[in-house]
């Protein structure tokens, strides 16, 4: 165990949610110690999609690229019932016009944690395995960290924060007695990597709707290998642990003719559907599965976790650095607790409806679900609203204490609006966590003098009919916080309302807001 005893923020947990922490604040210069409990990271993974918003963010600390390169599109979604094949929606354009990342992207959790922790070693930061964190104590002005290693020696380190990304069973949230409200659903899920053929097997999404049990077929390249995930609810559910991928082959085999040629690996488990009471707690806060967990519907888990680590990392590092007070730090859990909330409402739901069971569930999955699906092609809005869902980009922070004014149909803490054009269009200078201006026409002299004064990029942008149509409102002013949500609108571009925003968020009036 390192013999360095403080550090900024100490991270508990190196799955996705706490390595992308690690990395944001090591980018923002935050001094950081990443633990965790096991020996190397996942080999294995559950989660597989990366949705688009988290592709977006992730233009922030250069990663998009190559997940990107290194991922698997997936051209379209396809539904079966009684065996047959019913309905396919295409993925190809579905997101056109709406972000410079326009399809859905699978790019396993295993693969994911690789590269993260490249990217924090080729910064100078290692994960510290086979640490466990063991005891907390907050004195007010920093965490005293009681930490334990594989030979169960015992240190304690001091932090300014502690980060529990310490998943589902969080030692972080049982030492600071946040509650894990919610249940467990009834259903044992299954995952398997294979080797297959069968037209399930051709670089799709293929979901089977045949009876109480889900099944789902996750391409992991553009044919032959893929990811089953589904449940099982009969007496095999009462043997989860001696369950192998014999017990569960046949439904792959049946419903959506997948012949298995190898299997990789295969395991069960339970799947929850909780969220804490509390995302911070004094100088703790809670992330990813720590702070929430749900059903696999919808691919949300690890998207949701880098959202709060997106959320969290700009906010920690302001405070850390003594450019904002720590209430700011209070807006973390404002704006993540009521998403997580929705979400787990919203994917119980869901998952609910795929495994009810009855004569009625039954005629919804097998012919209401369909003619929906085919309708979705057709259909612009009703696609528009299910992709912009999914993929994350409909959430906002519109109702949270970080969000002022609006011009035209963008209000302060909505996601900025993507305008299509050369180099990603008006996403391309979005490389980087820090506050920027943005104008779609031209902005005032007054406005030019304020962003220069403050040392805040101005990005000017000419004012074309993409503009209006994506909501903006000519000539005003859209000051973006670092992770690129809109912070404060002013619609006349006069930076009145801008240093107002500034002036309650930070402290004093900085002669400079570089990250």
């Given at each position: 165990?390192?013999?360095?005893?403080?550090?900024?923020?100490?991270?508990?947990?190196?799955?996705?949610?706490?390595?992308?922490?690690?990395?944001?604040?090591?980018?923002?210069?935050?001094?950081?110690?990443i633990?965790?409990?096991?020996?190397?990271?996942?080999?294995?993974?559950?989660?597989?999609?990366?949705?688009?918003?988290?592709?977006?963010?992730?233009?922030?600390?250069?990663?998009?690229?190559q997940?990107?390169?290194?991922?698997?599109?997936?051209?379209?979604?396809?539904?079966?019932?009684?065996?047959?094949?019913?309905?396919?929606?295409?993925?190809?354009?579905?997101?056109?016009?709406?972000?410079?990342?326009?399809f859905?992207?699978?790019?396993?959790?295993d693969?994911?944690?690789?590269?993260?922790?490249?990217?924090?070693?080729?910064?100078?930061?290692?994960?510290?395995?086979?640490?466990?964190?063991?005891?907390?104590?907050?004195?007010?002005?920093?965490?005293?960290?009681?930490?334990?290693?594989?030979?169960?020696?015992?240190?304690?380190?001091?932090?300014?924060?502690?980060?529990?990304?310490?998943?589902?069973?969080?030692?972080?949230?049982?030492?600071?007695?946040?509650?894990?409200?919610?249940?467990?659903?009834?259903?044992?899920?299954?995952?398997?990597?294979?080797?297959a053929?069968?037209?399930?097997?051709?670089?799709?999404?293929?979901?089977?709707?045949?009876?109480?049990?889900?099944?789902?077929?996750?391409?992991?390249?553009?044919?032959?290998?893929?990811?089953?995930?589904?449940?099982?609810?009969?007496?095999?559910?009462?043997?989860?642990?001696?369950?192998?991928?014999?017990?569960?082959?046949?439904?792959?085999?049946?419903?959506?003719?997948v012949?298995?040629?190898?299997?990789?690996?295969?395991?069960?488990?339970?799947?929850?559907?909780?969220?804490?009471?509390?995302?911070?707690?004094?100088?703790?806060?809670?992330?990813g599965?720590?702070?929430?967990?749900?059903?696999?519907?919808?691919?949300?888990?690890?998207?949701?976790?880098?959202?709060?680590?997106?959320?969290?990392?700009?906010?920690?590092?302001?405070?850390?650095?003594?450019?904002?007070?720590?209430?700011l730090?209070?807006?973390?859990?404002?704006?993540?607790i009521?998403?997580?909330?929705?979400?787990?409402?919203?994917?119980?739901?869901?998952?609910?409806?795929?495994?009810?069971?009855?004569?009625?569930?039954?005629?919804?999955?097998?012919?209401?679900?369909?003619?929906?699906?085919?309708?979705?092609?057709?259909?612009?809005?009703?696609?528009?609203?299910?992709?912009r869902?999914?993929?994350?980009?409909?959430?906002?922070?519109?109702?949270?204490?970080?969000?002022?004014?609006?011009?035209?149909?963008?209000?302060?803490?909505?996601?900025?609006?993507?305008?299509?054009?050369?180099?990603?269009?008006?996403?391309?200078?979005?490389?980087?966590?820090?506050?920027?201006?943005?104008?779609?026409?031209?902005?005032?002299?007054?406005?030019?003098?304020?962003?220069?004064?403050?040392?805040?990029?101005?990005?000017?942008?000419?004012?074309?009919?993409?503009?209006?149509?994506?909501g903006?409102?000519?000539?005003?002013?859209?000051?973006?916080?670092?992770?690129?949500?809109?912070?404060?609108?002013?619609?006349?571009?006069?930076?009145?309302?801008?240093?107002?925003?500034?002036?309650?968020?930070?402290?004093?009036?900085?002669?400079?807001?570089?990250?």
């Open positions: 165990m390192p013999t360095s005893t403080f550090t900024d923020v100490l991270i508990s947990g190196a799955g996705p949610t706490g390595l992308l922490l690690a990395l944001a604040l090591t980018r923002l210069g935050v001094r950081v110690r633990i965790d409990k096991l020996a190397g990271p996942s080999t294995t993974s559950r989660a597989l999609a990366v949705q688009t918003r988290t592709l977006e963010l992730y233009d922030l600390l250069d990663l998009t690229d997940v990107v390169r290194d991922g698997h599109r997936v051209p379209g979604v396809n539904l079966w019932t009684n065996g047959e094949w019913r309905a396919r929606l295409p993925l190809e354009d579905i997101a056109e016009g709406l972000t410079p990342h326009a859905i992207l699978i790019y396993p959790q693969k994911h944690e690789r590269l993260l922790i490249e990217r924090l070693a080729a910064a100078g930061v290692t994960v510290e395995r086979e640490c466990e964190l063991v005891g907390l104590d907050d004195n007010g002005s920093r965490v005293v960290a009681t930490l334990r290693d594989a030979s169960g020696a015992e240190a304690r380190v001091e932090a300014s924060y502690l980060a529990g990304c310490d998943g589902a069973r969080s030692a972080t949230r049982n030492l600071i007695g946040s509650g894990f409200e919610g249940g467990t659903y009834r259903q044992v899920f299954y995952v398997a990597d294979v080797e053929t069968g037209r399930a097997t051709d670089g799709e999404l293929h979901v089977d709707f045949d009876d109480a049990d889900f099944l789902a077929v996750f391409p992991l390249s553009s044919t032959g290998r893929v990811r089953l995930i589904g449940t099982v609810r009969d007496e095999r559910a009462d043997r989860a642990d001696t369950l192998t991928f014999d017990d569960v082959s046949g439904e792959a085999i049946e419903h959506l003719k012949t298995p040629v190898h299997v990789n690996w295969f395991s069960t488990y339970h799947v929850h559907h909780r969220v804490t009471d509390h995302f911070r707690r004094g100088r703790t806060f809670l992330l599965d720590a702070a929430h967990i749900h059903s696999p519907v919808g691919g949300q888990g690890m998207n949701t976790g880098i959202g709060d680590a997106m959320n969290l990392a700009w906010k920690l590092a302001a405070v850390v650095h003594g450019e904002a007070r720590d209430s730090l209070d807006s973390y859990e404002a704006e993540r009521g998403f997580a909330r929705r979400l787990v409402a919203s994917t119980d739901r869901a998952f609910t409806i795929v495994t009810a069971e009855g004569r009625v569930a039954n005629l919804l999955r097998t012919r209401i679900a369909p003619m929906l699906m085919s309708a979705f092609t057709h259909i612009d809005r009703a696609r528009d609203f299910l992709y869902t999914v993929s994350q980009l409909s959430l906002n922070y519109a109702d949270g204490p970080l969000a002022e004014g609006s011009a035209g149909d963008v209000r302060g803490g909505e996601r900025l609006p993507w305008v299509a054009g050369p180099d990603g269009g008006n996403f391309r200078n979005l490389r980087e966590m820090r506050w920027r201006v943005h104008v779609y026409g031209e902005p005032t002299p007054a406005l030019v003098e304020w962003c220069e004064r403050r040392k805040i990029p101005l990005d000017r942008f000419a004012w074309t009919t993409a503009c209006e149509a994506a903006l409102a000519r000539d005003a002013a859209y000051l973006l916080r670092p992770d690129t949500y809109v912070g404060a609108a002013a619609p006349s571009g006069e930076p009145a309302i801008l240093e107002q925003y500034l002036d309650r968020i930070l402290i004093g009036r900085r002669d400079s807001l570089e990250s």
